[in-house]
Structure formats: C-alpha cells, structure tokens
C-alpha cells in the first residue's frame, strides 16, 4: 500500500517567495496533520484536519501560513511570503478516526529559506 | 491536558547491551500510549502503541514497552541493541477520548557504539 507522499522532498527558495507544499494522504483515512520539525523547537503541530474540516489551528504560526483540504485524499500547506525562520523539515500524516489509531508520517518536505 | 516527557534527549549504549528510552505521561483520561522511531531524512514510523489491551506491548525491531499506570511511565526496551537502532525516538499521548491529536515529547536520540 502507499504511504503518506509528500512533495518537493526539498525546496529552497528566496524570502517573500511563495511556497506550496503538497500531501497526498493514504487511501481510507480521514484525519490530516501538518507537523513541523526544527533543532530548537522539536515536532510542532500546525494544523489537523478530520473530514476535510480543519479541527484545530492553534499551532499555525501566524497568518503567513495556511492549509487547505481541497478534496478528502490531497492537502496544501502554503507559507506567504516566506521567511527564513520558516525553514525547517514540514511533515504530513494521516490517520483513520478513533484516538488509538496511529498516525502515519510522509517523509518530510525540506524547507529552506535564503 | 495530555503532556509526555522523554527523560534524556541522547542515550548511547553499546552494541548488544539493553536499550532504555524513558517516557513518562500526564493524562486526566485514560491514555493512548505510542513510540514511534525517526532515521535520518525520514518521517515518523510507529513502532508500538498502547491501547489498554495489555501492559506489555510488543513491537516492531524487537522492542517492546511497558505501561505502568501508577508510576505514568511507558518505557521502551529492547534487550540488545543493534547498530541500525540507531535514530531518535518519540514518545505520543493521544489527546483524550475520540481525538486523533498525539502530543509528542521532546524525542531522544539514540547512539550505539561498536
């Protein structure tokens, strides 16, 4: 079965650029989680999704960034404009409903910033 | 609120000894419990969870971990370690009842030597 598919796997790209990453969850689940992932501040969650339906954006830094689930199995995260603090490693995951299901991660969008 | 502390953010154990993460959680529920293990340029990969069936669970790599509810722990082990081991590992509380939210700790890299 395919996995959680993230793209780019890398992106680099100049401050007030405007950056798209892209998520393409596993057939049959439901619920969508954009984490993101730096040295200082460790695995951060930014936004979940159940449904299509954003459940929780607390963890959205700042107007920047927003996510959308156009359709149940694909979700966009988009920073604009981008800044260098922004770099970090951006991961999506995917899970079906009930809280003992595990979350299943992509293998992370690279993201730098110059 | 659900929070998880992993004590010790680096561990390093020789080759072929016993290998101990510690994780201890907080929960005004009954928890979901999970351990999830991250390799260089890649994403979360679930090792075990907990989901009250059993104290002692077994899983993937020959770990296994052990819930304990009166001391809030949920160690993971394995008793020799392998040089592939070698990665940072999560500990993850599910949020509370019909949530999908995990809070992870803080992770603790993992170093084996010869």
């Known amino acids: 079965d395919a996995g959680v598919i993230q793209s780019p796997r890398h992106e680099v790209t100049e401050m007030g650029q405007e950056v798209t990453l892209r998520c393409k969850l596993i057939s049959g689940h439901n619920s969508l989680f954009w984490y993101r992932q730096t040295m200082m501040r460790g695995l951060e969650l930014l936004i979940y999704?159940?449904?299509?339906?954003?459940?929780?954006d607390s963890g959205m830094p700042e107007d920047r960034f927003s996510a959308k689930m156009p359709n149940a199995s694909f979700s966009t995260l988009k920073i604009q404009p981008s800044e260098p603090r922004d770099s970090a490693v951006y991961f999506c995951a995917s899970s079906r409903d009930g809280n003992n299901q595990p979350q299943h991660f992509g293998d992370g969008t690279r993201l730098s910033i110059l | 609120a659900q929070s998880v502390t992993q004590l010790g953010s680096h561990v390093s154990v020789s080759e072929g000894a016993l290998v101990l993460l510690r994780c201890n959680y907080s929960?005004?529920?009954?928890?979901?419990l999970f351990w999830y293990v991250q390799y260089p340029n890649q994403g979360l990969q679930l090792l075990l969870k907990?989901?009250?069936?059993?104290?002692l669970v077994k899983g993937i790599n020959g770990f296994e971990a052990e819930f304990k509810k009166s001391e809030t722990s949920f160690h993971l082990t394995k008793p020799s370690a392998h040089m592939s081991d070698a990665a940072e590992y999560f500990c993850?509380?599910?949020?509370?009842?019909?949530?999908?939210?995990?809070?992870f700790g803080q992770g603790t890299r993992l170093t084996i030597n010869p």
């Open positions: 993850a509380v599910s949020e509370g009842w019909g949530a999908q939210k995990l809070v």
């Open positions: 907990y989901t009250s069936a059993a104290t």
């Open positions: 999704f159940n449904n299509n339906v954003p459940i929780d």
């Open positions: 929960s005004s529920v009954p928890p979901y």
